[in-house]
């Protein structure tokens, strides 16, 4: 058989870098999207091609190691939307910031302008944009209440003895417990990554 035209990527005959270069920028864009790509809104073109390529070869893997017993999506990092399906939770306490930042039910969602305020409950989306920031999940050491954990927090690599590490799981398990909301931001008003975020519950308990 003749070989595939194009830089072909492993277990993925449909991922062609050449065909990605002959796209325009708003199909490479378009196309980032239903990867499950954000904050490509500031990305050139090359840059477009090289992370839907990486997208797509990341789920071919995914996609191949399923079909023939690979890892389950807990294994290879995907933690799903949450029980709220990504929606923000309201109460009577409900505060002002939270009613007006732009709710984000899924990872395909970009903020609306740089420096939004955004809102969201969806696991995956928190988790990703945790790790575009090299941060981990982690809790305040003394504020564990018995067996439950304390305040959460990520851990940016700070020099800092107050917070310890928690798996992705028991950080959701605490969040949802408390029904918290992730409010939050991708970039500041300047463009520049932003690592703000709150915890903020509609019952004012603590985060």
């Not at 999207?33 to 073109?45: D, F, I, V, W």
């Not at 929606?87 to 009577?92: D, P």
Request: hydrophobic share 25%; proline share 4%.
């Amino acid at each position: 058989m003749a070989d595939e035209p194009g830089n072909q990527t492993p277990n993925s005959p449909d991922v062609s870098e050449t065909e990605l270069r002959g796209m325009k920028v708003d199909e490479l864009r378009k196309e980032a999207k239903e990867e499950g790509l954000s904050g490509t809104s500031g990305m050139r073109k090359g840059e477009l091609v090289d992370a839907v390529a990486q997208a797509k070869q990341d789920h071919a893997d995914s996609s191949y190691a399923g079909s023939h017993g690979g890892a389950s999506d807990e294994a290879s990092g995907d933690v799903g939307a949450g029980p709220d399906g990504g929606r923000i939770r309201t109460g009577a306490q409900t505060s002002k910031s939270l009613k007006y930042a732009q709710e984000i039910t899924s990872p395909e969602e970009d903020p609306e302008r740089e420096g939004r305020s955004l809102a969201t409950t969806h696991h995956e989306v928190i988790k990703q944009w945790a790790e575009a920031r090299n941060a981990r999940p982690a809790t305040v050491e003394g504020t564990e209440h018995g067996d439950h954990l304390g305040v959460l927090r990520f851990d940016f690599n700070e020099d800092t003895d107050k917070l310890r590490h928690v798996s992705w799981d028991e950080w959701f398990r605490t969040f949802d417990q408390r029904q918290l909301n992730f409010v939050y931001q991708e970039q500041r008003k300047d463009g520049n990554q932003s690592n703000f975020f709150i915890l903020e519950s509609p019952n004012r308990e603590d985060a």
